[in-house]
């Protein structure tokens, strides 16, 4: 089973800008579809965007389009979340997840389409 680990996060002013990243380890890589979700206080987990596994194609969800980037560096094991343009809305802490089959495309925007999760990182758009 895959582990992941983000790091990242903070305390940003609105309009400011972070790069989340995460690590994964007990896979290989560079053959699973990767994820980012994110929860706010009182609020279930959503999805934010993926990247499938070639990292030809990515997903965002409507509220991220033309602000936040995915990427990721099969050499590094990482999987990179870019956050421009930052609002309090963004507030949430960030998770990444990872597929559970190989060689996958578009997995869902459910959390339970997905695999292994992250612990999460804080996030705090402030305005």
């Known amino acids: 089973q895959a582990q992941l680990v983000e790091s990242g996060g903070g305390l940003v002013q609105a309009g400011g800008s972070l790069r989340l990243s995460c690590v994964a380890s007990g896979q290989i890589f560079s053959r699973y579809a990767k994820g980012w979700f994110r929860q706010a206080p009182g609020k279930e987990r959503e999805f934010v965007a993926a990247?499938?596994?070639?990292?030809?194609?990515?997903y965002y969800s409507d509220s991220v389009k033309g602000r936040f980037t995915i990427s990721r560096d099969d050499a590094k094991n990482t999987v990179y979340l870019q956050m421009n343009l930052l609002k309090p809305e963004d507030t949430a802490v960030y998770y990444c997840?990872?597929?559970?089959?190989?060689?996958?495309?578009?997995?869902?925007?459910?959390?339970?389409?997905?695999?292994?999760w992250g612990q999460g990182t804080q996030v705090t758009v402030s305005s």
């Open positions: 997840t990872t597929d559970r089959v190989p060689h996958g495309d578009y997995v869902g925007s459910g959390p339970g389409d997905w695999g292994s």
């Open positions: 990247i499938s596994w070639s990292g030809g194609t990515t």
